[in-house]
C-alpha cells in the first residue's frame, strides 16, 4: 500500500527541490513560509556533502495528454476506485545517483468551484465545500536511489481515485464536481 499516514506535510518535505514557492489563485498562505533553518535551501545548490542535484521531471505521452485535454475529458469517480487513464508516468533526470528520493502525487482542485452539468456543459455552481484532509499518493518504489529513478522514471499507474473519503485501501480521495 503506498499511502504513508506520517507524511503529512510533504511541502516541507520537498522545499529543497523547489527554486521558488509555488502560489495558487486565490490560495494565500496555502503554502506555508519556509522555517528559518531551510531557507538556504534550494534547487541546485550544493549542499554540505558535496552532492549537487538538479531534479528535472518531464511527463511521458503527453500529447496523448494534450489530445485528452482538447477534448475536455472528464472521469467518473467510484466509491471502490478508478485508475488514472492514461497512466501517469514522468521521466525523471538531474538526481544524484546515489541518494535516496520518494516520489509522492497530491491532488489538488484546479480552483475553487463547484460544478454542474447543465444544458451539455458543465456551469460553475457555487464555491466548493470546504477541503477534507485527504492522502498523498507514495510511489511503491519509494524510496529509491536517484540512479533507479532516472533509469526506470515514475509510473503512478496503481494509483486509484476514489470519492470515499473513508476509504482503508490507500486510495487518493478526490474531489466530487471539482476540475
Given at each position: 500500500?503506498?499511502?504513508?499516514p506520517f507524511?503529512?506535510?510533504?511541502?516541507?518535505?520537498?522545499?529543497?527541490?523547489?527554486?521558488?514557492?509555488?502560489?495558487?489563485?486565490?490560495?494565500?498562505?496555502?503554502?506555508?513560509?519556509?522555517?528559518?533553518?531551510?531557507?538556504?535551501?534550494?534547487?541546485?545548490?550544493?549542499?554540505?556533502?558535496?552532492?549537487?542535484?538538479?531534479?528535472?521531471?518531464?511527463?511521458?505521452?503527453?500529447?496523448?495528454?494534450?489530445?485528452?485535454?482538447?477534448?475536455?475529458?472528464?472521469?467518473?469517480?467510484?466509491?471502490?476506485?478508478?485508475?488514472?487513464?492514461?497512466?501517469?508516468?514522468?521521466?525523471?533526470?538531474?538526481?544524484?545517483?546515489?541518494?535516496?528520493?520518494?516520489?509522492?502525487?497530491?491532488?489538488?482542485?484546479?480552483?475553487?468551484?463547484?460544478?454542474?452539468f447543465n444544458?451539455?456543459?458543465?456551469?460553475?455552481a457555487g464555491?466548493?465545500?470546504?477541503?477534507?484532509?485527504?492522502?498523498?499518493?507514495?510511489?511503491?518504489?519509494?524510496?529509491?536511489?536517484?540512479?533507479?529513478?532516472?533509469?526506470?522514471?515514475?509510473?503512478?499507474?496503481?494509483?486509484?481515485?476514489?470519492?470515499?473519503?473513508?476509504?482503508?485501501?490507500?486510495?487518493?480521495?478526490?474531489?466530487?464536481?471539482?476540475?
Amino acid at each position: 500500500m503506498a499511502f504513508n499516514p506520517f507524511l503529512s506535510r510533504p511541502d516541507l518535505a520537498l522545499l529543497p527541490f523547489m527554486g521558488h514557492l509555488p502560489t495558487l489563485p486565490g490560495a494565500p498562505g496555502f503554502f506555508p513560509r519556509l522555517p528559518p533553518d531551510l531557507t538556504e535551501m534550494r534547487a541546485g545548490r550544493v549542499d554540505d556533502d558535496g552532492v549537487q542535484d538538479d531534479p528535472q521531471v518531464e511527463l511521458d505521452d503527453k500529447e496523448l495528454w494534450n489530445s485528452f485535454n482538447s477534448c475536455g475529458t472528464e472521469m467518473v469517480i467510484t466509491k471502490s476506485g478508478r485508475r488514472i487513464f492514461p497512466a501517469f508516468r514522468v521521466k525523471v533526470s538531474g538526481l544524484d545517483k546515489k541518494s535516496k528520493y520518494i516520489f509522492l502525487m497530491d491532488l489538488v482542485p484546479a480552483d475553487e468551484c463547484r460544478y454542474k452539468f447543465n444544458n451539455s456543459r458543465w456551469m460553475v455552481a457555487g464555491k466548493a465545500d470546504p477541503e477534507m484532509p485527504k492522502r498523498m499518493y507514495i510511489h511503491p518504489d519509494s524510496p529509491a536511489t536517484g540512479e533507479h529513478w532516472m533509469a526506470k522514471g515514475a509510473n503512478f499507474h496503481k494509483l486509484k481515485l476514489t470519492n470515499n473519503i473513508s476509504d482503508k485501501q490507500g486510495y487518493v480521495s478526490s474531489f466530487p464536481s471539482a476540475r
